[in-house]
Nanobody, 124 residues
């Protein structure tokens, strides 16, 4: 069982930056593949970024590539999402997720464990 708690969301102007955190408990971040997803009002939950269980592999949605960076701190057992050059279309609730599998996935149903989400609002 993995418990995930996101934090770091908020209101930021377009072009600004935020760093989201996802504190894990019950399992170490190095024992699970982890991902970030987001869901805007009236839209489906979509993949943002993911990192493999080993930490050696990451992948990103095309819409955030070059602007967002996923990383983790094993000492703090925490996953991060650094978001730069934010755009109004990045506005959504952001969720972190974890899976016992080795490699990450862009599919939400791949992940068994989810946090409660943190709101990110980007004003124009």
């Amino acid at each position: 069982q993995v418990q995930l708690v996101e934090s770091g969301g908020g209101l930021v102007q377009a072009g600004g930056s935020l760093r989201l955190s996802c504190a894990a408990s019950g399992r170490t971040v190095s024992s699970v593949a982890m991902g970030w997803f987001r869901q805007a009002p009236g839209k489906e939950r979509e993949f943002v970024a993911a990192i493999s269980r080993s930490g050696s592999s990451t992948n990103y949605a095309d819409s955030v590539k070059g602007r967002f960076t996923v990383s983790r701190d094993t000492a703090k057992n925490t996953l991060y999402l650094q978001m730069n050059s934010l755009k109004p279309e990045d506005t959504a609730v952001y969720y972190c997720a974890a899976s016992s599998r080795v490699s990450p996935s862009e599919r939400a149903d791949f992940y068994a464990y989810w946090g409660q989400g943190t709101q990110v609002t980007v004003s124009s």
